[in-house]
């Protein structure tokens, strides 16, 4: 009996903590050692190529350019929220026509760059120009500003679609169910239950999806469209100096990660009630 008791104390302790530098432990810091000195190295290189006449002559330029990128992404993301609706529901739905159309529509937009679909609008489009000019669309479709709405407000609304599908789908069937005992319509059931616990799903797919188009939004510059990118490649065109690409890349940043300390504040205010 003692040994059996015995045995079993044996099989139930916790393995001995490692002592020393375990090779993961080394490898850590040896890769925060080099980001470090990288990011000082960086650092060192702005300020000794720090020039005050380059700053007051380009930083509005760059103010305007992150404004643009902020109105596009912006106008994009709600449009596509708007558009993905139907295609959500169209993908949920039984009528096989409906998910056959909404089935296509994502995997296309999902399925290929967003730099093409750019293209296919900005270039594509124009060479339609006396059919456009015929039903009155060649003003909107003439500028590049709004060929870039379009264009990224189709292929967000592919991504935030399957996002609220997905988040729809998770919610149990038994809410429902519930619902229907109780005698609520579905329209009301959606509303009141289902989205509120869905859109807690769906807050940080939705937030990394805003992080992806603010990313992917530098290539509206190859389209003429001055937004942070393309200001700072017309700086560069005209100074030659590297700082200005480095110095659009630590926006970008700070834009990424302001958005996703946001995004977690907002997780962290709205499941409140989840965490005992």
């Not at 106008?75 to 159309?101: C, E, H, K, T, Y």
């Not at 120009?129 to 500003?145: C, D, M, T, V």
């Not at 988040?167 to 809410?175: E, L």
């Amino acid at each position: 009996m003692s040994s059996a008791v015995q045995n079993s104390e044996i099989v139930d302790r916790p393995p001995p903590q490692a002592r020393g530098w375990p090779r993961e432990r080394v490898a850590g810091y040896a890769l925060v050692a080099i980001w470090a000195l990288f990011g000082l190295g960086l650092l060192l290189f702005l300020i000794r190529a720090w020039d005050p006449e380059l700053f007051a002559k380009y930083a509005p330029l760059y103010l305007h350019g992150i404004w643009v990128t902020l109105s596009l992404v912006a106008i994009s993301i709600v449009m596509g929220a708007i558009l993905s609706l139907p295609i959500a529901f169209a993908r949920m739905s039984r009528n096989s026509v409906l998910q056959a159309l909404s089935y296509g529509y994502v995997y296309f937009f999902r399925g290929t760059p967003l730099l093409a679909q750019t293209f296919l609008v900005y270039y594509g489009l124009g060479s339609f120009r006396p059919q456009l000019e015929a039903i009155g669309l060649w003003s909107f479709f003439r500028e590049a500003w709004y060929c870039a709405i379009f264009a990224f407000s189709l292929n967000t609304a592919a991504y935030q679609a399957e996002i609220l599908r997905g988040a729809i789908q998770s919610v149990p069937k038994g809410q429902w169910e519930s619902a229907a005992s109780l005698g609520l319509s579905k329209f009301l059931t959606l509303r009141k239950i289902i989205l509120p616990q869905a859109l807690i799903v769906a807050l940080r797919p939705y937030g990394n999806e805003i992080i992806l188009m603010i990313k992917g939004s530098a290539i509206v510059a190859i389209i003429t469209v001055y937004d942070l990118m393309g200001e700072t490649r017309r700086a560069y065109s005209r100074t030659f100096d590297f700082q200005t690409y480095i110095w659009a890349a630590l926006i970008y940043l700070s834009m990424v990660e302001t958005l996703r300390h946001g995004v977690e504040w907002i997780e962290r205010r709205i499941t409140r009630h989840l965490k005992r």
